[in-house]
């Protein structure tokens, strides 16, 4: 089992910047496979990012490419989302999830099914 909780959500002008922390504990980090989802308002939860165990390899969503940086610091059991130019579209709650099972391709990444452990969510507002 392995428990996770967020933070750094916030209110934020439309070109802003946050940065937000996934914090686990229960178990080592370095196990897991870490991803980002949001959800918007009456909408379903869409991946965001996702890293691999040893952080070789991260995942995207397109509408954050070049935006969104993931990141881990396996001794400080931490996964990051840096965000940049942020546009009031990622206006959202965002959840940090962990999977035990490894996959190697975006898709298998970016299934919510894939993940085994949720955080509690995170508010991010972007005004315009």
């Known amino acids: 089992q392995v428990q996770m909780v967020e933070s750094g959500g916030g209110l934020v002008q439309a070109g802003g910047s946050l940065r937000l922390s996934c914090t686990t504990s229960g178990r080592t980090l370095s196990r897991y496979a870490m991803g980002w989802f949001r959800q918007a308002p009456g909408k379903e939860r869409d991946f965001v990012a996702a890293i691999t165990q040893n952080g070789s390899y991260t995942y995207y969503v397109n509408s954050v490419k070049g935006r969104f940086t993931i990141s881990r610091d396996n001794a400080k059991n931490t996964v990051y989302l840096a965000m940049n130019s942020l546009k009031p579209e990622d206006t959202a709650v965002y959840y940090c999830?962990?999977?035990?099972?490894?996959?190697?391709?975006?898709?298998?990444?970016?299934?919510?099914?894939?993940?085994?452990?949720w955080g509690q969510g995170t508010q991010v507002t972007v005004s315009s």
């Open positions: 999830a962990a999977a035990i099972y490894p996959c190697s391709d975006y898709e298998c990444q970016a299934s919510s099914g894939q993940y085994d452990y």
